[in-house]
């Protein structure tokens, strides 16, 4: 290839200069700062959108939030933003922190030990933060 540029940050310039111009307060966008736009999801709507509301006998909303859990565990957490909301929507649905240690735990095998402690320390900082707001 003769571009000396490199190809897939000419895709992301072209795309962040798409988003300012459609909204420039996207100009100093981070996935973080989209993570506290998203309040965390009451129990009652996570059942309807996550849980057995459609199937009565299907899976309830934290069964398939801590698949959902273990699928970005062996993702490898390059999803952090997602894996910190679903830290958070796990707790809210009456996950325990020790169901929640374990899903990640479990997945090592899967995603190896690296990937399993990434998502780890993902989670102790939602549940660093769930504690210094019951205090």
């Known amino acids: 290839m003769s571009d000396p540029k490199n190809p897939f940050e000419a895709m992301i310039a072209q795309y ?8 420039p307060a996207l100009e100093s966008f981070t996935p973080k700062g989209f993570e506290n736009l998203w309040p965390t999801m009451p129990k009652d709507m996570m059942e309807m959108f996550f849980g057995n509301t459609l199937n009565k006998d ?15 565990t062996v993702l490898g957490g390059q999803a952090e933003s997602q894996v910190r909301l679903t830290v958070r929507h796990l707790l809210e649905a009456g ?35 769930t504690e210094e707001d019951d205090t």
């Open 95 to 129: 996950a325990t922190k020790q169901e929640i240690v374990e899903c990640i735990g479990q997945m090592s095998m899967f995603a190896g030990i690296p990937a399993m402690t990434k998502v780890m320390e993902l989670a102790q900082e939602v549940l660093a933060e």
């Open 16 to 23: 962040q200069d798409m988003a300012k111009a459609m909204n």
């Open 58 to 72: 299907g899976l309830d909303a934290k069964t398939r939030l801590l698949l959902t859990l273990a699928a970005l």
